[in-house]
């Protein structure tokens, strides 16, 4: 079973973008068609599934910001119903 929290603060994941992005080449050599899980500019490892990546990264670091990127060649946008997990919230 999962807890919600509420997370507030402003997301930045310049840091993981930027890394993901120097190290494109060399995941897609290593990781290619895995998810990639980074936190700051570090690799935090590569999983079969998005759902085993953000368990590990809830897991290690808690309810904060981390990027699960997939790591493919060209990337397809995913839709991830946030707002029924209480992740992101709208407020009117």
Same mark, same amino acid.
């Given at each position: ?19 993901? &992005? ?14 990639? %899980? $980074? +936190? ?10 998005? &759902? ?14 981390? %990027? $699960? +990127? ?23």
């Amino acid at each position: 079973s999962y807890e919600y929290y509420e997370y507030n603060e402003p997301m930045s994941l310049e840091k993981e973008i930027k890394y993901y &992005e120097s190290h494109k080449a060399e995941l897609l050599k290593n990781h290619k068609g895995k998810y990639a %899980l $980074i +936190k700051d500019d570090q690799f935090c490892g590569a999983y079969d599934t998005m &759902e085993a990546a953000f368990n590990t990264g809830v897991d290690s670091f808690g309810v904060v910001p981390f %990027l $699960i +990127k997939h790591v493919v060649e060209e990337e397809t946008p995913e839709r991830i119903p946030s707002l029924t997990h209480s992740f992101i919230h709208a407020h009117s």
